[in-house]
């Protein structure tokens, strides 16, 4: 399986680098730096674009293997942006017993991009989970903070399209 291209080109700014800067000179010469700035790097741009990882490869002097590895290693560093709104469908047990992996494909089908992916105008993005603890209404389908329980796969446009 190969690496997932991001679909959504990057768009760093100069306050986002400068601040990014500011974060790595900080931490630059503390044990066991590297998460903690990765994390940093992360909030400031929404997500680690390989750009970005190389920016704190080159300041930290580490190789980008290690931080790439870092990166596709944790699952609380995401590769590609989030959209403005977050879709994620649950597919634990309950949920995907009733329906969540027909869900899935239906709203990768509508929104032409595959889980852990952001639409091209940055509007979506899509993530599956494994539980969100409402399996009560299973198949949970959440759009920001908004959860949709006991779905359909004919549900799915009718929801995508509350967000157009």
């Given amino acids: 399986m190969g690496v997932k291209q991001c679909t959504v080109p990057f768009a760093g700014t100069n306050e986002q680098y400068s601040k990014l800067l500011g974060v790595i000179e900080e931490h630059k010469d503390e044990k066991g730096a590297l998460m903690p700035i990765m994390q940093k790097a992360q909030d400031i741009y929404g997500y680690l674009p390989i750009e970005v990882q ?3 490869s080159n300041e930290m002097d580490i190789p980008l293997e290690k931080v790439y590895g870092i990166a ?3 699952s609380q560093f995401s590769l590609s942006p989030k959209g403005k709104y ?3 469908i649950c597919l634990g047990t309950a949920c995907y017993v009733k329906g969540a992996g027909d869900i899935l494909l239906k709203l990768k089908e509508l929104l032409k991009i595959s889980d852990g ?5 940055g509007k979506f993005s ?3 989970c494994r539980c969100i603890g409402a399996c009560g209404l299973a198949p949970v389908m959440t759009v920001n903070d908004d959860v ?3 779905i ?3 549900d799915v ?7 157009e």
């Fill in 54 to 56: 190389s920016i704190i």
């Fill in 72 to 74: 596709t290693f944790y």
């Fill in 86 to 88: 977050v879709i994620s």
């Fill in 117 to 121: 992916e952001c639409t091209p105008d």
């Fill in 126 to 128: 899509l993530d599956s």
């Fill in 148 to 150: 949709y329980g006991k």
């Fill in 152 to 154: 359909t796969v004919d």
């Fill in 157 to 163: 446009a009718g929801i995508l399209a509350k967000y």
